[in-house]
């Protein structure tokens, strides 16, 4: 027996040393140690042995089962460690390897144009005022002083919802909103999309932007008006630009004007961009007509307006020497790269 038990030793030194994972040494464990396992077998005959040998057989046993143990405990952590080296190796990261370029994006030419000019007029002492898009006919129109039936209508025609909701052919309804919220003194711009059911091509789009502008306050004149825009048409072209009025005809507005400014690409001397002209018209404005105030109650007597209205494609398109509005919607990298 104690041949046996010896052989059993050896046995499981030469196993052990060709384990080499973690199922293989469980497998092993079992065939040694598990409740068939050879060592209990050989232990069952214990009962047959005399009163002298049964103890030191008993011991030598008890010798063979921890050795088989402490050999199995060893291995099974250098099994494990094996395995975790093994993983640290294959997750491992190249710190040196150059890393995968993101491309950097940047603003498009509309949004970069109008926030320099939301800063213009917030240091001027503006704020920001913002409208629906879809937007009621009253509002849109009927409030401005373009009844159902004005001729001036059919100049912006746009998408309707139905009779009497539309999307918004200009953000002038947001003095509207602006002025039934808010008493005087107002003094705010709202820029926004604005829509008309035009053909697209070089000049038009169905969709667009504005920024309008509206100061109310007692005593408010046309000289305001002039001073103000001539700021603003100066901190966005140049310190030597000058402006002109041109009487024209809005049906909110009385005194109505377009304001033009001397050509930046030529100063004024006439060129490609300006059509000879020297001059390019910007935007249209006008003193707030007593009527529009009065619908918002506001007394038209006590005080007074002015109001304006910019069209940021053509205003960025000035600015850049752009010819063709369609490049701002198309996304074309190659374009919105150059700003
Ligand atoms: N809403 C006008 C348009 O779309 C632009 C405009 C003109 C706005 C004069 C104004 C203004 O506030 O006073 O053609």
């Known amino acids: 027996m104690k041949q046996q038990l010896d052989e059993i030793r050896r046995q499981a030194a030469d196993s052990l040393a060709s384990i080499t994972s973690a199922s293989a040494l469980e497998a092993f464990r079992i065939e040694f140690l598990g409740k068939k396992g050879r060592l ?42 094996a395995a975790l ?14 890393g995968s370029k993101r491309p950097l994006g940047k603003k498009h030419p509309l949004t970069s144009v109008l926030d320099e000019l939301k800063d213009i007029f917030i240091g001027m002492g503006f704020s920001i005022a913002e409208g629906p898009e879809v937007e009621l006919d009253y509002y849109n129109f009927e409030a401005l002083n373009l ?34 919220k808010q008493k005087p003194p107002i003094k705010i711009i709202a820029p926004g999309r604005v829509y008309r059911s035009d053909a697209v091509d070089a000049t038009h789009s169905p969709l667009f932007h504005q920024i309008e502008g509206l100061v109310v306050d007692k005593g408010i004149t046309m000289g305001d008006l002039k001073g103000t825009l001539e700021a603003f048409c100066k901190k966005l072209y140049g ?6 009025l041109r009487p024209h005809h809005f049906p909110f507005t009385e005194p109505s004007c377009e304001l033009d400014i001397s050509c930046p690409a030529c100063n004024g001397k006439g060129c490609r961009v300006c059509k000879g002209e020297g001059w390019i018209e910007l935007l249209g404005a006008g003193m707030v007509h007593p009527r529009v105030l009065e619908t918002c109650g506001i007394d038209p007597s006590v005080y007074s307006g002015f109001a304006f209205g910019i069209g940021l494609e053509r205003t960025v ?23």
């Open 239 to 244: 310190e030597d630009t000058k402006i002109r």
């Open 40 to 81: 209990t077998e050989v232990l069952r005959g214990m009962g047959g042995l005399s009163a002298e040998e049964r103890p030191v057989i008993g011991q030598l046993a008890n010798e063979v089962r921890s050795f088989i143990e402490e050999q199995i405990a060893k291995l099974s952590e250098d099994l494990e460690n």
């Open 147 to 180: 009844p159902k039936g004005h001729p001036a209508r059919d100049t912006q025609d746009t998408f309707y919802i139905n009779e009497n909701v539309l999307l918004r052919t200009q953000t002038s309804p947001v003095q509207i909103r602006v002025m039934e």
């Open 85 to 98: 080296e093994q993983r640290l190796a294959e997750e491992r990261i190249d710190i040196t390897m150059p």
């Open 317 to 339: 398109m000035r600015r850049f020497d752009i010819d063709d509005l369609r490049l701002f919607y198309e996304n074309n990298l190659r374009f919105l790269k150059q700003f």
